[in-house]
Structures are given as C-alpha cells and as structure tokens.
C-alpha cells in the first residue's frame, strides 16, 4: 500500500508559479511511475504529466507543455509539479497517481491516489 499526500496547493494571480509535492509513504516511491492529474469543475479528470520510476522519462499533456514540470525525488519520496506561466484555465483541484505500469498511467488510471489539492489562478 502506498498512501499519497499533495501539498503546495493555493491561489496565485495569472502568469505566476506555484510549486505542488506529493509524498509519499508505506512503500518506496521508485517502485511506481508516478503521474499528476487534474479536475475542473464541471469537467473530466485529465493526465496532465507524468514521470518513469527513476525519472528518465516524461510525458506532458498539450495544455501544460513547455510551462510545467514533473520531477522526482526517490530519497526522499517526493514528486513534484512546477507550474509556470499560470493561467485561469489551469485553475483545478491536481491529484498525483501512483501505478507500477506506465501505460496505466498514460491511460489515466492509477493504484494509488492522493486526496488532491486546489490551485486557483486569478485573473
């Protein structure tokens, strides 16, 4: 079992950054490729970026590409999304993912779930 917390999410003015982890614990994280979704209201969950267990590949959706990053840190458990350049439309409860299988994760599912975090982009 793994249990997934995100943290960092909050209210940021469009063109700004905001940074959201997501710890893991009850199992090392370098088992599992790990991905970050997203839910507006009123809209379905979407894969927004996704990384492979050691970090050696990524996947980005159109939306976000060239304005977020996901990056990992196994020592310490933790997967990270830099967001840049934030605009309304980004404005989403973000959930991370955990899935031993990459293309479960690129099919937008997932074993483990965090419980999400809000990040509202003013405009």
């Known amino acids: 079992q793994v249990q997934l917390v995100e943290y960092g999410g909050g209210l940021v003015q469009a063109g700004g950054s905001l940074r959201v982890s997501c710890v893991a614990s009850g199992r090392t994280l370098r088992s599992y490729n790990m991905g970050w979704f997203r839910q507006a209201p009123g809209k379905e969950r979407e894969l927004i970026a996704a990384i492979t267990l050691l970090g050696g590949s990524t996947y980005y959706s159109d939306p976000v590409k060239g304005r977020f990053t996901i990056s990992r840190d196994n020592n310490k458990n933790t997967v990270y999304l830099q967001m840049n350049s934030l605009k309304p439309e980004d404005t989403a409860v973000y959930y991370c993912?955990?899935?031993?299988?990459?293309?479960?994760?690129?099919?937008?599912?997932?074993?483990?779930w965090g419980q999400g975090t809000q990040v509202t982009v003013s405009s």
């Open positions: 993912a955990a899935d031993p299988r990459w293309d479960k994760l690129l099919s937008r599912s997932g074993d483990y």
